[in-house]
């Protein structure tokens, strides 16, 4: 008996390795951001908070519109990637990898920041009438107190690119082994009557999303330490 | 010539406060800084530090700029230990890994080894535990221990008692003498605990709405009418001196304060000890002619030096210079008329009771 058809094992694999690297390039382009929201009194910082949360209010189907409008041979990304010499993002791997770091910004971003601030400046100063430099008070105090606003936001980011389907249908549209996600798979399923390998595919997210919550709520909450 | 001194000249303003002052502190034995909650004296620490970005002005520590109109060296590159109000040890560390990230990051030039720091504030039993599996008591140790061992040329001590209860308060009060006797680190301590400053004070800078009221040593500020507002019933003056004979047979002990020779109760301190006394003010009377015989044991000739009116009218404040001390007495204002007591009178000082307080 096989469970998913081998389109369907494509189109998880493939999910997999969206999400992950998406989760990764979010981690390091978010540190830096929430941690200078989380600090800055700068009158930029509603502005900056604004754009990072747009994501959250825009429908995906905007997103994905202006993001292939900029990837598109006279948009910024577009004639980026001709004066290099590279293939256009535009129905690419590597246009799904960019879009859903724009989209998925905001469940990286606010946990980190949230985490941050709930530290308040105390144990930076702390950390600095100790001798240590930022870089050492990042990595020795802030990264280990705020541990469970980086695990949160790692697992909010990956799940909501698992799940995201209106801005990969507006970028990549839907090539097998390049473009095609499990969302866009069910799509497709669903599109040719093909009802059985829905339910497997979709149940399989209705699981996935369950237990990715459940972890979640069991970081969030309070542990005792040791 | 080396400068000895700790000099700070700062502005800061903020939304409804404003802190100016211009202060130079020895840069031996402990000088607090002293006030009522919200005069600024925790700022002016924090500006000292560095951690107050927006002040404005010059710092300098003996020879080094902390900071200036052009400098500004960082918090972590000074020279400091820094004891906050509160706990402030890291959380995800155990005691003594808060111990080993001071040590890992301090000055190589070991001036207080773990093992001394460990010994001195009593921490031994604590160090595999977590913070929050100490008591607010320990923790604070725990972290007056790490701020040592970041090796510090000055300490830098935020109201380190004000979080605790007055057992917790009396449990730490002697490590912090020991620190101060057995370590010749300078020490910048805040504090509203009058108590405090008069056990473990050299050197008092008085702030009152962010600006500097008064400034001197223990035995200056103590002994100066202005001062006896923020004391209240509890006026005092602190004289320091040693204990230099002990009556068995009376259990008295004579404590030489200048030339000042005072009788206090025997509390066991050895021939030599150094100790402060406080006298309470409304604990001296003052004659105009020698005393005749009397159960008070401390009766010396003085002369007026200043006086004053107290809080309360009925009441007179009067200083009086006994060789190089000065003490201060609370009179009532009739006795001051009837006695006619003014700057320059020559009196008879009968003090009823000498405590000793270190």
Same mark, same amino acid.
């Given at each position: 008996m096989t469970l998913f058809t081998s389109d369907d094992v494509t189109a998880i694999k493939l999910t997999v390795m969206l999400a992950s690297t998406v989760t990764v390039i979010l981690l390091i382009i978010s540190t830096p951001v929430a941690l200078w929201?989380?600090?800055? +009194?700068?009158?930029?910082? #509603?502005?900056?908070?604004?754009?990072?949360?747009?994501?959250?209010?825009?429908?995906?189907?905007?997103?994905?519109?202006?993001? /292939?409008?900029?990837? #598109?041979?006279?948009?910024? %990304?577009?004639? %980026?990637?001709?004066? /290099?010499?590279?293939?256009?993002?535009? @129905?690419?791997?590597?246009?799904?990898?960019?879009?859903?770091?724009?989209?998925?910004?905001? @469940?990286?971003?606010?946990? !980190?920041?949230?985490?941050?601030?709930?530290?308040?400046?105390?144990? /930076?100063?702390?950390?600095?009438?100790?001798?240590? #430099?930022? /870089?050492?008070?990042?990595?020795?105090?802030? %990264?280990?107190?705020?541990?469970? #606003?980086?695990?949160?936001?790692?697992?909010?980011?990956?799940? +909501?690119?698992?799940?995201?389907?209106?801005?990969?249908?507006?970028?990549?549209?839907? !090539?097998?082994?390049?473009?095609?996600?499990?969302?866009?798979?069910?799509?497709? +399923?669903?599109?040719?009557?093909?009802?059985?390998?829905? +339910?497997? %595919?979709?149940?399989?997210?209705?699981? @996935?999303?369950?237990?990715?919550?459940?972890?979640?709520?069991?970081?969030?909450?309070?542990?005792?330490?040791? | 010539m080396k400068s000895n001194t700790l000099s700070a000249n700062l502005f800061l303003r903020r939304e409804d406060f404003e802190l100016t002052i211009d202060i130079t502190a020895p840069t031996n034995g402990v000088t607090a800084i002293f006030g009522a909650s919200g005069s600024g004296k925790t700022t002016l620490l924090r500006c000292i530090a560095g951690l107050e970005k927006g002040a404005k002005g010059s710092v300098k520590f003996k020879e080094q700029i902390w900071q200036s109109e052009k400098t500004f060296i960082p918090v972590h590159k000074r020279p400091l230990g820094y004891v906050f109000q509160e706990a402030s040890l890291f959380d995800h560390l155990t005691a003594d890994k808060n111990l080993q990230y001071a040590i890992a990051r301090g000055s190589n030039n070991t001036v207080t080894t773990k093992q001394q720091a460990v010994e001195l504030l009593g921490i031994g039993d604590l160090l595999q535990r977590y913070p929050e599996q100490l008591s607010g008591g320990e923790r604070q140790r725990v972290a007056i221990a790490r701020a040592l061992l970041v090796q510090p040329e000055l300490l830098l001590m935020d109201e380190p008692l004000a979080s605790l209860d007055a057992p917790r308060k009396a449990e730490i009060l002697p490590y912090l003498e020991k620190l101060k006797s057995e370590l010749s680190l300078p020490i910048l301590y805040v504090t509203h605990a009058i108590d405090e400053i008069a056990r473990l004070a050299d050197y008092i800078i008085v702030m009152e709405m962010g600006k500097v009221l008064m400034q001197g040593t223990a035995g200056e500020v103590f002994s100066s009418v202005k001062f006896s507002h923020f004391q209240g019933e509890d006026t005092a003056s602190i004289l320091s001196g040693k204990v230099i004979e002990i009556d068995e047979e009376f259990h008295l002990c004579t404590v030489k304060s200048e030339e000042l020779l005072l009788q206090c109760r025997d509390l066991s301190y050895d021939v030599g000890k150094s100790v402060r006394v406080r006298i309470l003010a409304r604990d001296v009377s003052l004659t105009t002619s020698s005393p005749a015989k009397s159960s008070i044991l401390n009766s010396f000739d003085a002369t007026v030096a200043e006086v004053q009116e107290d809080k309360h009218p009925g009441l007179t404040l009067v200083k009086i210079k006994i060789g190089d001390n000065h003490i201060v007495c609370r009179i009532s204002s009739k006795s001051a008329h009837e006695l006619s007591i003014k700057v320059g009178s020559k009196v008879w000082a009968q003090i009823k009771s000498v405590a000793i307080i270190q």
């Open positions: 929201l989380a600090s800055t +009194h700068s009158k930029w910082k #509603g502005f900056v908070s604004a754009l990072v949360a747009m994501p959250l209010v825009l429908p995906p189907s905007v997103l994905g519109f202006y993001l /292939l409008i900029a990837m #598109g041979p006279e948009g910024p %990304l577009g004639m %980026l990637t001709t004066s /290099l010499g590279l293939p256009s993002f535009a @129905f690419s791997f590597s246009g799904l990898v960019i879009a859903s770091v724009f989209y998925s910004l905001p @469940f990286v971003v606010q946990p !980190i920041q949230n985490a941050i601030e709930s530290l308040g400046a105390r144990p /930076l100063e702390v950390a600095a009438t100790l001798r240590a #430099g930022k /870089l050492d008070t990042f990595f020795t105090v802030i %990264l280990p107190l705020s541990k469970a #606003g980086f695990y949160t936001a790692a697992v909010l980011g990956f799940a +909501h690119t698992v799940g995201e389907f209106g801005v990969v249908l507006m970028i990549g549209g839907n !090539i097998p082994g390049e473009t095609q996600v499990i969302s866009v798979k069910i799509y497709e +399923h669903v599109e040719s009557l093909n009802y059985a390998q829905a +339910h497997t %595919l979709s149940l399989t997210m209705v699981l @996935f999303s369950f237990l990715t919550l459940a972890l979640l709520y069991s970081i969030q909450k309070p542990k005792s330490k040791n | -």
